[in-house]
Nanobody, 124 residues
């Protein structure tokens, strides 16, 4: 199975985008899932995490009041990242992955089945 991200694009500061993460070649419904991002010239960083049931959600502080992670019902096989009030600092390639290895939910080491990413560019 592999994650496939979509929904990125160019948006003005203050605007919104919704990213989607679907499964290719299998299902992601049994996994907790995470979103990460990598800005130009920087390392990949944690953005958000959602449990398999969708009942628990965690965010990095910089997006906590602006972004919402969710997963579709009832299959739970697609994960979304609703991004509001976008800022230029949100410009990055966004990746989703399945939390398959345990450990800290904010650590890349806990994740498998990474997608190729979707690019988000926020113009100021």
């Amino acid at each position: 199975v592999q994650a496939v991200e979509s929904g990125g694009g160019l948006v003005q500061a203050g605007g919104s985008l919704r990213l989607s993460c679907a499964a290719s070649g299998g299902t992601l419904s049994n996994y907790a899932m995470g979103w990460f991002r990598q800005a130009p010239g920087k390392g990949r960083e944690f953005v958000a995490h959602i449990s398999g049931s969708g009942g628990s959600r965690y965010y990095t502080d910089s997006v906590k009041v602006r972004f919402t992670i969710s997963r579709d019902n009832p299959t739970k096989n697609t994960v979304y990242l609703q991004m509001n009030s976008l800022e230029s600092e949100d410009t990055a390639v966004y990746y989703c992955a399945a939390y398959n290895r345990g450990g800290a939910y904010y650590s890349m080491a806990g994740y498998d089945y990474w997608g190729q990413g979707t690019k988000v560019t926020v113009s100021s």
